[in-house]
């Protein structure tokens, strides 16, 4: 079955960290860019952070400095290293790789 599975998802205080996994099964996405995007409550989905085949990476302002995506093509997987977290942070955080969705991981930041 082909599937993007997240996980690291949780409840965290302001100022703190999680790190999102993003693995995938049934393909092999060593070739492809790989996002982050989230959803939060009565918003429309937005970009997060993109890694390219090669390592390159991409980030929104609003997490610029703040967060770290990574890859792991061994692994089939996907991190995003979130550190210094805030409340606007919260939200459902969703893996893609055209044209494939997760199903996404909870992240709650409370202040």
């Known amino acids: 079955q082909v599937q993007l599975v997240e996980s690291g998802g949780g409840l965290v205080q302001s100022g703190g960290s999680l790190r999102l996994s993003c693995a995938a099964s049934g393909i092999i996405f060593s070739n492809d860019y790989v996002g982050w995007y989230r959803q939060a409550p009565g918003k429309q989905r937005e970009f997060v952070a993109l890694i390219s085949s090669e390592g390159s990476t991409n980030y929104a302002d609003s997490v610029k400095g703040r967060f770290t995506i990574s890859r792991d093509d061994a692994k089939n997987t996907v991190y995003l290293q979130m550190n210094s977290l805030k409340p606007e942070d919260t939200a459902v955080y969703c893996c893609?790789?055209?044209?494939?969705w997760g199903q996404g991981t909870q992240v709650t930041v409370s202040s």
């Open positions: 893609h790789v055209r044209p494939l």
